[in-house]
């Protein structure tokens, strides 16, 4: 049953990995918003989710100052960041409703600030910074009805992270 996944990541480099094995299970039409600290790793998490869509050779930096970034894997991936938008309606002007595909991945950086233009269903992903080690805590939660289906196989693919959560 679905609820909320506590993980410990000590690297970026595990934070790659754990958004390579979040990405293997993203299907067309999912949405993935990511909060939390700033610089806790949402781009470096979506480093590794692009590469577990089939992206290998395109480097995956972050979109705060383009707002929107594309990719092209095994589905047309979109990523976001709405921080520097002050209001709802910027994110709506930017054509928000666009990177909604169906046909692909969407990932929203400070998806919070928007959560009710969000779909029914999408993967929130929280990164917060440890204090006392400089090593990240990230919460996983799925809402809808797809996320409950998917639910034991997001456990099994972020399971050597759940170990080391005290």
């Known amino acids: 049953m679905a609820g909320v996944i506590e993980l410990s990541v000590d690297r970026p480099e595990d934070m790659r990995a754990l958004g390579e094995g979040v990405g293997s299970l993203l299907d067309a039409g999912d949405v993935v918003s990511l909060t939390g600290d700033l610089g806790a790793g ?63 991945v969407t990932f929203v950086e400070w ?29 996983l939660s799925g809402n809808g009805r797809s996320w ?3 639910w034991e196989r997001l456990e099994a693919v972020t399971q050597q992270w759940a170990q080391q959560v005290p």
Do not use: C, M, N
């Open 42 to 104: 949402k781009t470096t998490l979506v480093q590794g989710a692009v590469r577990g869509l089939g992206v290998s050779d395109e480097p995956v930096v972050s979109p705060t100052f383009t707002l929107v970034r594309q990719y092209h894997g095994t589905v047309p991936i979109y990523h976001l960041d709405v921080y520097r938008l002050d209001r709802v309606q910027e994110v709506i002007d930017l054509g928000f409703e666009e990177y909604l595909d169906p046909d692909g």
């Open 111 to 139: 998806g919070d600030a928007i959560e009710g233009l969000l779909p029914e269903q999408y993967l929130e992903i929280e990164l917060w910074t440890r204090i006392e080690d400089e090593g990240r805590l990230v919460f």
């Open 148 to 150: 409950t289906s998917r």
